[in-house]
């Protein structure tokens, strides 16, 4: 995250950056992810595409929106999807039919090991 605030100029983000612990959870995540289907690393590699790709529309973005607060370092899902439906509308399509897929494929193994009822067709 400090490479792209840097490369942008995005001031708001480096100072945030260096007001929180340098590792937590989720920078670390995709070091130490354990062995996971594909479409999950699809997902994961997409949405790592999609960060650095719109990361330059931040700055702008936080003028018109600054209530979302899309410069923080760790800005989650819902502030990304604000930024998305913006500057990336066809990305954010594509990125909610590939969790849908994923979503479905885990529900259906839940089925089929008992933690979910089964579906009324």
Same mark, same amino acid.
Do not use: Y
């Given at each position: 995250?400090?490479?792209?605030?840097?490369?942008?100029?995005?001031?708001?983000?480096?100072?945030?950056?260096y007001?929180?612990?340098?590792?937590?959870? !989720?920078?670390?995540?995709?070091?130490?992810?354990?062995?996971?289907?594909?479409v999950?690393?699809?997902?994961?590699?997409? !949405?790592?595409?999609?960060?650095?790709?719109?990361?330059?529309?931040?700055?702008?973005?936080?003028?018109?929106?600054?209530?979302?607060?899309?410069?923080?370092?760790?800005?989650?899902?819902?502030?990304?999807?604000?930024?998305?439906? !913006?500057?990336?509308?066809?990305?954010?399509?594509?990125?909610?039919?590939?969790?849908?897929?994923?979503?479905?494929?885990?529900?259906?193994r839940?089925?089929?090991?008992?933690?979910?009822?089964?579906?009324?067709?």
């Open positions: 995250m400090e490479e792209l605030a840097v490369k942008h100029n995005n001031e708001k983000t480096l100072r945030s950056l007001r929180v612990p340098r590792e937590r959870f !989720v920078a670390t995540w995709k070091l130490r992810l354990a062995p996971a289907s594909p999950a690393l699809n997902i994961r590699d997409f !949405v790592t595409g999609l960060v650095i790709d719109t990361f330059q529309h931040r700055t702008e973005f936080n003028k018109e929106r600054p209530e979302v607060q899309i410069c923080n370092w760790d800005a989650g899902w819902w502030q990304l999807k604000e930024l998305w439906k !913006v500057v990336a509308k066809e990305k954010l399509k594509e990125l909610v039919l590939m969790r849908n897929e994923l979503s479905a494929s885990i529900r259906s839940m089925r089929i090991l008992g933690w979910l009822r089964p579906r009324n067709e």
